[in-house]
């Protein structure tokens, strides 16, 4: 419980401005850090390159009807004519099991017909077979990139007009980057792409732009009006913003994470699905991704171009200008305050005394003082003398 207690303190703290952490004053960091990933990603991509499913490049597809077959056994009896691929092996009913690989040589195709009928005991008619062109995968990959340069489209004239084009720019950055990496992942692995990594790509753009979009709203209610001041500037009432849905973000991408990591780990490890592993290993890496780049890029990306602006810049000079006045101003009380000090000290030890002596002429002064004040003595009235008053 303290723990909990201890993290709702900090995220108390971020929102009110008592502790913040400075994302945007180091911005280079975050930039060369990035630099360096999307160089690893490219450098997959562009090297090794991605490893296309049977939908992309096209194959043979098996359908073997037979009782109580598993898929470790079709598995197994297809995994030699591969050629380097992951075959999907899928369970169909409850007696039969479609087998998908990528292969186009139809003489080849004839051969593991007559394996598998071998391998797994079953007859040359109880397989059905047939050969898949690459034509549904390329249709599959204009329709992915169509709807993916019309979704660009749509959020920065979104973007440009409920907030400005600035905002624009930084979150179709932060897409493009979270792409690549999510893209570049897939190359370094070697997972095959899917119609599941298409569908995960266009995905984690939503998840991404979310939370651009709440951090960007934010920063813009903390820098309205900022120009009407000189105690910060934009920069620096970005990162407040910031750091204000820090705690927010990091627990929407933790409570997104745990169950794609399920989908990942137990669907795509354990149980073998090969769909759901598509899937998940892109919504993983893409949220992971979009996280950073929501605080690490597109908002120290907007400030940098927001304070390119002539309003900005008038306005850190104001700002440098009102903190160095402050300065100056503290040196001086500083000084006129160590002035003072021994100006007080001066005055009460005018002949530069010991404190004995001093304390000693004090004191006589003050019984001269007291000795020298006259003192006039009350005067009663006694009882039995008469008032003066005449009695008749």
Do not use: C
């Not at 296309?52 to 490049?57: L, N, R, S």
């Not at 930084?170 to 990594?197: C, K, N, R």
């Not at 709440?214 to 910060?232: A, C, H, L, P």
């Amino acid at each position: 419980m303290s723990r909990l207690s201890d993290l709702r303190n900090v995220g108390h703290r971020l929102y009110n401005g008592d502790v913040e952490f400075d994302f945007v004053g180091r911005k280079k960091i975050w930039y060369m850090t990035s630099a360096v990933i999307l160089l690893l990603a490219l450098g997959g991509w562009l090297g090794r390159g991605l490893s296309y499913g049977i939908e992309f490049e096209g194959g043979a597809v098996y359908t073997v009807k037979k009782e109580g077959i598993t898929v470790a056994q079709a598995h197994d009896a297809i995994e030699p004519f591969t050629q380097g691929h992951e075959p999907i092996v899928q369970k169909v009913g409850g007696d039969q099991v479609r087998i998908q690989i990528a292969s186009k040589d139809t003489a080849n195709f004839n051969e593991i017909t007559q394996a598998l009928s071998r391998d797994l005991g079953v007859a040359p008619s109880d397989i059905n077979s047939e050969l898949v062109g690459p034509s549904w995968g390329e249709e599959i990959s204009k329709k992915a990139l169509q709807g993916l340069i019309i979704f660009m489209i749509l959020v920065v004239i979104y973007l440009t007009f409920a907030f400005e084009w600035r905002m624009a720019v930084a979150s179709f950055i932060a897409l493009i980057h979270d792409i690549v990496i999510t893209v570049g992942v897939y190359a370094l692995i070697g997972f095959e792409v899917t119609p599941g990594t298409v569908i995960g790509l266009l995905t984690i753009l939503g998840y991404s732009l979310y939370d651009t979009v709440v951090v960007f709203d934010t920063v813009k209610e903390t820098t309205r009006g900022i120009t009407k001041q000189n105690k910060i500037t934009f920069s620096q009432a970005a990162n407040r913003g910031l750091n204000q849905t820090l705690v927010r973000s990091i627990n929407t991408t933790v409570v997104a994470l745990l169950p794609v990591g399920a989908l990942l780990f137990v669907g795509g490890g354990i149980l073998g699905a090969g769909m759901l592993k598509d899937i998940a290993l892109s919504l993983f890496v893409g949220l992971a991704a979009g996280a950073f780049s929501s605080i690490f890029i597109a908002t120290p990306m907007y400030a940098d171009l927001k304070e390119r602006t002539p309003e900005m810049r008038q306005l850190a000079k104001r700002v440098a200008q009102h903190r160095a006045a402050q300065e100056r101003a503290a040196a001086k009380n500083a000084e006129t305050g160590e002035r003072g000090g021994q100006s007080d000290a001066d005055e009460a030890n005018p002949g530069g005394a010991e404190p004995a002596a001093a304390g000693s002429a004090s004191g006589s002064t003050s019984a001269t003082g007291t000795a020298g004040v006259r003192r006039q003595a009350s005067r009663s009235r006694s009882r039995n003398r008469p008032s003066g008053k005449r009695k008749h």
